[in-house]
C-alpha cells in the first residue's frame, strides 16, 4: 500500500487542523494504521493507531483528549482531528500501515508515508 499524508500548516496555539492520510495499491481496510511524528532532533513519536475496522483506537497520553483518530474505508483514507494545539505538537507527522501484529505497538507498523508538517506557534 502507497500513503500520502497531507494537510498541515502552520496554525497558532489552540488552533486546529485536520491531517489525511491517503491510501491506495492495496485493500486499505486490511490494513491497521497510525500517526506519527517526529520534532526536529527528537526521535519518531507514536501518537495514535487505529484498527482496521475503525472501532479500536489508541493515544498517546500527550494527545489524549485532543486529536481524534479516525478512517473511512470506503475512501481508503485515514483522518487525525487535532484540536487545541499546542507549540510541543510542531513535528513532521507520518502516517504508517501495518497488515499484521497487534495495532496498539508501534513495532508492528512498518510501511511508511511521506509527512507533513504542522508548525504551532505560540
Known amino acids: 500500500v502507497q500513503l500520502q499524508a497531507s494537510g498541515g500548516g502552520l496554525v497558532q496555539a489552540g488552533d486546529s487542523l485536520r491531517l489525511s492520510c491517503a491510501a491506495s495499491?492495496?485493500?486499505?481496510?486490511?490494513?491497521?494504521m497510525a500517526w506519527f511524528r517526529q520534532a526536529p532532533g527528537k526521535e519518531r513519536e507514536f501518537v495514535s493507531s487505529?484498527?482496521?475496522?475503525?472501532?479500536?483506537?489508541y493515544y498517546v497520553g500527550s494527545v489524549k483528549g485532543r486529536f481524534t483518530i479516525s478512517r473511512d474505508n470506503a475512501k481508503n483514507t485515514m483522518y487525525l482531528q487535532m484540536n487545541s494545539l499546542k507549540p510541543e505538537d510542531t513535528a513532521v507527522y507520518y502516517c504508517?500501515?501495518?497488515?499484521?501484529?497487534?495495532?496498539?505497538?508501534?513495532?508492528?507498523?512498518?510501511?511508511w508515508g511521506q509527512g507533513t508538517q504542522v508548525t504551532v506557534s505560540s
Open positions: 504508517a500501515a501495518a497488515l499484521s501484529g497487534d495495532w496498539r505497538y508501534p513495532a508492528s507498523f512498518n510501511l
Open positions: 495499491g492495496r485493500t486499505f481496510s486490511n490494513y491497521n
Open positions: 487505529i484498527n482496521w475496522s475503525g472501532f479500536s483506537k
